[in-house]
């Protein structure tokens, strides 16, 4: 008996079975006959119970298109204006489409797709239209290469939630008190040390700590809005109460009154650090580690007399620290009511 096969790399079936995981569609396009296309694909672990379809008979129809390559895991004998065809059918229903090919009738695909991958053996011109190339011809690569592209975007989405929740509830209390007022209830260097322990170290770190679960780039904004505008509302809400309460309620001074508005801002933008990280595991302990050395570093400019007097802050004082629990209980316990309410 003579057995004529494709041989599939080692990694072949692990990096499938990583796309999948990832929800990623994968679909095999050749220029072989169906039946052999369909054959590897099911050997790989491509997901599809349809047969592979012939690139000879596929559908003109754009709708009829879409719908059969959706379905199908493969298609053979197919040309390089089908596979083009092929990409742009995935395209018009809403795929983010990436190529894989070496060859010159894979350049009308490669040129289609939002992203072309080309094979470093492949001809020059396939890799002159690539996006990324293969140097070692190793598919293996990607799901590395994906992984971290995922981490690196979630975590510009978690740091971004705390920078543009900074910038609202800044706004707030300008709207709500510097503008009728004249005065701003944090002096620039007050805002230094207060960014520094809740923004500055702690997004250095979450911009590079590892991550998980998947990623989709539709909608970035409006997810970040969504936390980040009730965030700052809420929490600029609690600098208010506990400003206001501490400089006209209690009557405490103007110094004393914006060392409460400096607490207050340390410890609910600590609470959204918190916050970005909902879901329980060693990631969330880490952050609260965080947290509890970022408050400590306040604490030390808040108790140290040299920090104390550059940073124009004062020793708290019993009404001090009512307005300052007061202020903090409002802005954290309002942006966490109203974020469990908008499901973020």
């Not at 894989?100 to 011109?125: E, F, M, Y």
């Not at 002159?128 to 592209?149: H, K, Q």
């Not at 008190?177 to 805002?191: E, H, M, N, V």
């Not at 770190?205 to 505008?229: E, T």
């Amino acid at each position: 008996m003579v057995v004529l096969a494709e041989r599939l790399r080692a990694n072949a079936g692990e990096t499938v079975a990583f796309f999948s995981a990832q929800s990623v569609e994968l679909k095999v396009l050749s220029g072989d006959a169906p039946a052999t296309v369909g054959a590897i694909a099911r050997d790989a672990g491509v997901p599809g119970m349809a047969p592979a379809l012939n690139g000879e008979a596929l559908p003109t129809d754009p709708g009829a298109l879409r719908e059969a390559i959706l379905a199908a895991p493969a298609v053979g004998r197919i040309s390089p204006e089908g596979k083009r065809a092929v990409v742009e059918a995935l395209g018009s229903a809403g795929r983010y489409v990436a190529t894989i090919g070496d060859g010159v009738n894979d350049v009308p695909a490669l040129k289609q797709a939002r992203l072309a991958i080309a094979q470093g053996s492949g001809t020059q011109t396939s890799r002159s239209v690539a996006d990324l190339v293969l140097v070692r011809d190793d598919f293996g690569v990607l799901p590395g290469m994906v992984a971290e592209g995922r981490q690196i975007l979630r975590n510009i989405q978690r740091v971004a939630r705390l920078f543009i929740t900074k910038t609202v509830f800044t706004a707030v209390v300008g709207l709500a008190i510097a503008i009728p007022t004249g005065t701003f209830p944090l002096l620039p260097r007050q805002f230094t040390i207060a960014s520094t322990v809740t923004i500055g170290i702690p997004a250095f770190l979450l911009a590079l700590a590892p991550s998980s679960g998947s990623w989709r780039p539709d909608q970035f904004l409006r997810s970040v809005a969504r936390f980040a505008i009730p965030a700052g509302i809420a929490i600029g809400i609690g600098i208010i109460a506990g400003y206001v309460l501490a400089r006209y309620g209690f009557g405490l001074g103007l110094t004393r009154s914006r060392t409460v508005a400096t607490g207050i801002v340390v410890f609910c933008g600590l609470a959204v650090v918190m916050r970005l990280e909902a879901e329980p595991g060693r990631r969330r302990l880490a952050i609260g580690g965080l947290c509890a050395v970022m408050a400590l570093l306040f604490a030390c400019a808040l108790l140290v007399p040299f920090l104390r007097s550059f940073y124009e802050l004062a020793t708290p004082t019993g009404k001090a620290l009512a307005a300052w629990a007061l202020g903090t209980g409002v802005g954290v316990g309002t942006m966490l009511v109203v974020l469990r309410l908008l499901r973020v």
